[in-house]
């Protein structure tokens, strides 16, 4: 009861944290035609909770193999309704680096402005801030269409392959620009965030460990071609993740907003 307690505690002192999305497994490193388990995750590393998986949530999963072949996988989608852990079961063929690919539908957050504020600020929302500011409603309600892209690279065998290096064309999109396997110890990795297939400056980009007790990991804000660097440990299990927004004319919302993030572990 306790955890519980602290759990709902750190989702109401940062509400936008529960919309954070990632594609999760208990090893991102599986053999070639074996079935294993997925998972759909929202919350934060110290916060995590089951994504409720329903299928008016969802628009696609897909894998993309190392020769390019794409394939559809929403017929191995197990809803929270046939399991109390959602997910999927996958099996990927081929020796390379496998991606996973999400796409939710958008769902609606009306927060009130305090809370929507700190949110933007937190997670660098900088078209949401300044559309605030320059009309004067910085302390209306904050009113938005939110929606996740999700990526996953999951590693057959030991070849290294570099599909995992090009956009697959989502809406808001991390892409490595080395394979996350192929670094040595000491050496960064290098990513891209693309919105609308161009590349988006003044992203606020975090990676953070999964799978143990870690801090918030500190923003790097994207330059000027949407480009970031990390330096890690090349242990364990990692995420990358950041949030993008624009202003939308709805009777419903007042800006779209998209969270993606992209894992993988070693």
Known sequence: MRRLISALLCLTAAPALAHDFWIDTADYRQADGAPFA???LIGDPAAVERWDTQWHKIVS?????????????LSQVVTSQDDHAGGAQLTLSGAGTHVVAFVSNPSESDLPAEEFNAYAKHEGLTPALDKRKADGTSNARGREYYSRRAKALVQIGTTITNQVTQPMGL???IVPEKNPYALSADEALPVRVFYRGKPLAGASIVLEP??????HGTPVITDA????RFSFEKRGEWRLALVWTQPIVHPKADFDTIFSSLTFGY
Do not use: V
């Open 225 to 228: 071609d949407g480009r970031a």
């Open 171 to 173: 809406t808001l999109e």
């Open 38 to 40: 997925i998972e759909f």
């Open 210 to 215: 999964l799978h143990r007790p870690a801090k």
């Open 61 to 73: 999963l897909q894998s993309i193999a190392p020769n390019d072949r794409i394939t559809d996988q």
